[in-house]
């Protein structure tokens, strides 16, 4: 039987349109022998959603938007129709959120699984809701900011305002006054610096010739103090025999008491005795320099090793000691926290300090840095911002 060329035609034609259908069906993801499930979800506004956007479930294109359009007695209410594969089971609250599918801006539904234990059939109504935009969420971060320099702003015209008040023509010239009164200040002291400077290099012979002569007094001195202790000794034993003895009797002791005093300084002035040979003997003068110098250069060793002298000495001569401990700070808040808050149930041995109108929570104090630094490695992925501090104790 032989086919006319009218019918070979129209089959053509058929099937071309079925190829037709097959195809832009296929590009917009719908297959024409699967069967799907209708699903309504109601909006007070789309947000660019369009008829063929797509339905994604755990990231997982499962449909289509078939259908847009208002509802509602005013028409305020925008009705979205969407097919999904049959073979999906959404319980009954299943939440339909509009979100945007890309940097550009596409707008597609996803589908929220909800937890009750009855599913959702063919033609329900899902709850509904649309997230925000790109641009709002930034506009939402950025709006605290915006409000924020408002007020510095606000706030720097108000000081510029109240320093260009303070800063008057009057003002200006009493600081310059000032300043030149200071300036004045500085150059007589300059001066008087440069006379005591010329005074001390051409007086600096008599000034040594003095401080030598202090110095041998005072060797003199410490060389004779077992006879100034035992003349002290002899007159406090007067003072206690004039006080038990009758008056004249103590003015008699006294005046034989200034006596053998006067025939002592007598002999000390012609050079007798102990305490002449202490005054007028030139080798004392070399002596106390040699034991200066000896005992200079002592104190530099001291100085310098102190720890071998350690041993030697039972006073701690350093006047200062500094204490310190390196801590870990995990937290820091301008308000004291509550001790039955979170960080406290974390952490038992918190530590709370206060530093500069702050309040800082410490994990752990050490000695050495080295250890304080194992206990931030230790505990910088449970608190970002931790750091170490150096905590005085003076």
Not at 274 to 300: F, I, K, P, Q, S
Request: glycine share 6%.
């Amino acid at each position: 039987m032989k086919i006319k060329r009218e019918v070979k035609l129209a089959l053509t034609a058929f099937l071309a349109v079925g190829a037709f259908i097959w195809g832009i069906s296929y590009l917009k993801g719908i297959s024409l022998f699967e069967t799907r499930d209708l699903y309504h979800a109601i909006y007070d506004r789309v947000e660019g959603l369009k008829i063929s956007s797509g339905v994604f479930y755990r990231g997982y294109q499962v449909g289509q938007v078939t259908d847009i359009a208002f509802t509602g007695a005013r028409y305020d209410k925008v009705l979205v129709k969407f097919l999904i594969k049959k073979e999906l089971q959404l319980p009954k609250n299943s939440l339909a959120s509009i979100q945007s599918g890309d940097l550009m801006g596409t707008k597609v539904i996803n589908l929220v699984p909800g937890e009750s234990e009855e599913l959702a059939v063919h033609g329900d109504t899902l709850r509904s809701e649309v997230e925000q935009g790109l641009i709002e969420q930034v506009s939402q971060q950025i709006l605290p900011l915006k409000r924020k320099a408002e007020t510095l702003f606000s706030s720097l015209d108000s000081v510029l305002v109240i320093v260009q008040g303070v800063f008057n023509e009057r003002t200006k010239q009493s600081l310059s006054g000032s300043l030149l009164s200071i300036e004045r200040t500085l150059t007589n002291l300059e001066d008087a610096s440069g006379n005591l400077d010329m005074l001390l290099r051409t007086e600096s012979g008599r000034i040594q010739q003095i401080l030598d002569n202090v110095n041998s007094i005072t060797t003199n001195l410490a060389r004779s103090n077992a006879e100034i202790s035992s003349l002290f000794t002899n007159l406090a034993d007067i003072s206690d025999s004039l006080r038990v003895a009758n008056p004249k009797h103590s003015l008699d002791l006294l005046n034989r008491v200034l006596q053998e005093v006067d025939e002592i300084a007598g002999k000390i002035n012609r050079g007798k005795g102990t305490l002449g040979a202490l005054v007028d003997d030139d080798d004392l003068y070399h002596t106390l320099n040699l034991v200066m110098e000896n005992l200079n250069r002592l104190l530099v060793e001291f100085r310098y090793n102190p720890k071998k002298f350690i041993r030697l000495s039972l006073v701690d001569f350093s006047s200062t000691k500094e204490v310190f401990e390196y801590g870990v700070v995990v937290y820091e808040s301008p308000e004291r926290l509550p001790l039955h808050g979170d960080l406290y149930k974390q952490n038992p041995d918190l530590k709370e300090i206060q530093y500069k109108g702050k309040y800082l929570y410490l994990i752990g104090s050490y000695k050495r840095l080295k250890s304080a630094q194992e206990k931030l490695r230790s505990v910088i992925e449970r608190y970002n911002n931790s750091y170490i501090i150096k905590i005085d104790f003076e």
